[in-house]
């Protein structure tokens, strides 16, 4: 049977490859007589990449974070290298469809390596290090990484335009489930008690509640495409108590964990400020902050779709905080983008900090309009956005094209490099190395939203906008291009 649209990681996916994960009646071969995973996984992801091409790991250690962004860049290429994009005419007709579905093998492979090395149902190691050519997981993965490694499900969403390959098609719905399943899983089961998500140590602050929300909006994501209109052709071909039984959490469950979230989430706001404080004060990470936009967009659609009267109430008012939110912050937007840390005060919001993360602030684009974000509303959904703040579109539109110009402008030094980091006043270069998860998640972020404003077009449309148009399409794919290929010359 093929499943069409967003097809489950969670379907053919559950019903498969998360039986054996799960109940682990097949030996994995990540694991020692002690129960350790070791060995080296077969393809080095390094942190950076020297100016003469050369990888630059830390310290032998190889960096969770790293293979995430990595990962999320080839789904991205894989996916929009169709024929009306990047595998057009205009641009690199070679890559549609050979070149496109040797990038969705690649990232079956990729996976397949995080899933063994890195990922212990769920528990995701933060890092392998290295000794005597043997590589073993160490440390628990600080939560800042869940929001965007979940979003690896992105190319299941996507994964209808490879199915003229029933094979391709079919693994890209099975052999995941294992790894896109579990963290948002594990989050709910270790890291939620009490209305909170906390960090390993039990502490809660801005950064647990936010990374926790933004962590499960996959799983969350699972259970609105079966309950939408359409659903019936993907996730609904399994009854509620199959996909419960594989998800680990049926839909009652999960508005539980969100009920009990909004509890706290009312008691943490400061209306006056346009943010919460949860006992840290009210400057917050910029990363947290796109964390926390995209976990209660997930909240609040789900609340409305699986709630009752009273959760759709709630709904409303976590959307009319994630729409304050948004506008609280978007007047520090520069083209080279926001400050790593934000301080909200009765007087508005302010710079904490004098850094642009570049990594930071595509991670805050992406959750805007990447995937299931902000801007996601379809038949069946809440759909506030079109109701209530249509407006909030064009923003999002406004502040990605100024962001993706800023990019050309001030991240890229011409020759296919980008950088870490700049100063907020003038962005200035302050951190010249090209490092993998910027570059990846430039690649991410530059792909998804390129479209959502006017400044950029599609290749299939070159010839139908004004020539500066095209010429900064082909500009910014190129980039993107450029780091893939200094990224991959660089992997062992």
Not at 33 to 40: C, F, K, L, P
Not at 44 to 55: C, H, K, Q, T
Not at 256 to 271: C, G, M, P, S, T
Request: one cysteine or more; aromatic letters at 10%; glycine letters at 8%.
């Amino acid at each position: 049977m093929k499943i069409t649209g967003f097809t489950t990681a969670l379907a053919i996916l559950t019903l498969l490859a998360l039986t054996i994960s799960c109940s682990g009646d097949i030996e994995s071969d990540r694991t020692t007589d002690t129960g350790e995973r070791s060995g080296a996984p077969e393809i080095l992801v390094p942190a950076a990449v020297s100016d003469d091409g050369e990888a630059v790991f830390d310290d032998s250690r190889l960096l969770v974070r790293d293979y995430s962004s990595y990962l999320n860049a080839i789904s991205i290429i894989a996916t929009v290298s169709r024929a009306s994009e990047f595998g057009n005419e205009n641009y690199r007709p070679e890559l549609y469809p050979e070149k496109m579905r040797e990038r969705a093998e690649q990232w079956l492979s990729l996976v397949q390596q995080i899933d063994s090395h890195f990922n212990e149902d769920g528990l995701i190691s933060s890092q392998l290090e290295q000794e005597a050519g043997v590589y073993a997981p160490s440390g628990e993965a600080d939560l800042s990484v869940y929001p965007h490694l979940v979003y690896a499900y992105h190319i299941h969403h996507r994964s209808g335009r490879f199915e003229e390959d029933e094979v391709l098609y079919n693994r890209l719905n099975r052999e995941p489930s294992h790894f896109l399943v579990t963290p948002g899983r594990f989050l709910m089961n270790e890291r939620f008690s009490n209305g909170a998500f906390s960090h390993a140590d039990g502490s809660v602050d801005h950064k647990s509640m936010s990374y926790g929300l933004g962590g499960i909006h996959a799983n969350a994501y699972a259970w609105i495409v079966w309950k939408k209109p359409g659903g019936q052709d993907d996730m609904g071909v399994l009854t509620e108590a199959a996909l419960a039984h594989h998800m680990g959490h049926a839909p009652a469950d999960m508005v539980q964990i969100y009920r009990d979230a909004a509890v706290r989430l009312d008691e943490a706001w400061n209306a006056s400020r346009s943010i919460y404080d949860f006992g840290d004060g009210t400057t917050w990470r910029l990363d947290a902050l796109g964390a926390m936009i995209r976990g209660q967009k997930a909240m609040y659609d789900f609340l409305y779709m699986f709630g009752d009267e009273d959760d759709a109430e709630t709904a409303r008012r976590i959307f009319d905080r994630t729409a304050a939110m948004l506008d609280a912050v978007a007047p520090l937007a520069r083209p080279w983008g926001m400050p790593e840390k934000i301080e909200f005060t009765e007087n508005g919001v302010r710079a904490a900090s004098e850094t642009v993360n570049v990594y930071d602030w595509y991670q805050f684009l992406n959750h805007l309009g990447g995937g299931y974000g902000l801007d996601r509303e379809r038949e069946g959904m809440p759909m506030y956005i079109d109701r209530y703040r249509s407006d909030l579109k064009d923003l999002i539109g406004e502040l990605s094209d100024n962001a993706l110009i800023g990019a050309l402008d001030y991240h890229a030094d011409g020759d296919g490099r980008l950088f870490t980091a700049v100063s907020y006043e003038d962005g200035s270069v302050t951190d010249d190395r090209l490092t993998v998860s910027t570059a990846g998640m430039f690649v991410v972020t530059a792909a998804n939203m390129y479209r959502k404003g006017s400044a950029f077009e599609r290749a299939s449309d070159w010839d139908d906008v004004p020539d500066d148009v095209a010429r900064r399409s082909l500009v910014l794919h190129d980039l993107a291009f450029d780091l893939m290929e200094r990224i991959e010359a660089a992997l062992q």
